[in-house]
T-cell receptor, first 113, second 114 residues
């Protein structure tokens, strides 16, 4: 089954404790992206990647890191999480030629206390 | 600056009634337009898209949207909603010259009552 998977689905952590949210897709998509969803703000792009070893900042990249060492994986790293990073995070992937048609993962709800 | 505006944060409607969810965009150049739907506790999925051609676009689950260039709008409509249409709906815009960028509106929560 074609899908985007994220782990964990739920995470509660404390300020400053490094964490990684994994994202994997099995559709051989070149393009992958991370979004955060906050009430009243919709989805905002954090980082995106057009292919292996190619990443770029989205609209709200501060406090996040990403890497794209393999085509299927695109982990999101929070080196020192803060409470304002409490949010619902989505990973998405698409073909490079049609990256407006993105396939979303189920989401990761992160709470930073 | 390019942006997408969804004026209605919530739209309550009774089952079998028609519904329209509004979306306006701001762009000085040609755009691609999309509606995504997010069912409870799920990720987003593409409902329909406008790239070019006919301004009336049909999507899944009986939804359709009309691109109006003069009014810079892309409103989503359904003639008769079902309980299962309860979800959050996001309008999004991209550009032919820069499809790396996909900007979402703030979303409209459609609540269908029996």
């Amino acid at each position: 089954e074609a899908q985007v998977t994220q782990n964990p689905r739920y995470l509660i952590t404390v300020t400053g404790k490094k964490l990684t949210v994994t994202c994997s897709q099995n559709m051989n998509h070149e393009y992958m992206s991370w979004y955060r969803q906050d009430p009243g703000l919709g989805l905002r792009q954090i980082y995106y990647s057009m292919n292996v070893e190619v990443t770029d900042k989205g609209d709200v990249p501060e406090g996040y890191k990403v890497s794209r060492k393999e085509k299927r994986n695109f982990p999101l790293i929070l080196e020192s999480p803060s409470p304002n990073q409490t949010s619902l995070y989505f990973c998405a992937s698409s073909l490079r030629s049609q990256n407006y048609e993105q396939y979303f993962g189920p989401g990761t709800r992160l709470t930073v206390t | 600056a390019q942006s997408v505006t969804q004026l209605d944060s919530q739209v309550p409607v009774f089952e079998e009634a028609p519904v329209e969810l509004r979306c306006n965009y701001s762009s000085s150049v040609s755009v691609y337009l999309f509606w995504y739907v997010q069912y409870p506790n799920q990720g987003l999925q593409l409902l329909l898209k406008y790239l070019s051609g006919s301004t009336l676009v049909k999507g899944i689950n009986g939804f359709e949207a009309e691109f109006n260039k003069s009014q810079t709008s892309f409103h989503l409509r359904k003639p008769s909603v079902h309980i299962s249409d309860t979800a959050e709906y996001f309008c999004a815009v991209s550009w032919p010259y820069n499809t790396d960028k996909l900007i979402f509106g703030t979303g409209t929560r459609l609540q269908v009552f029996p």
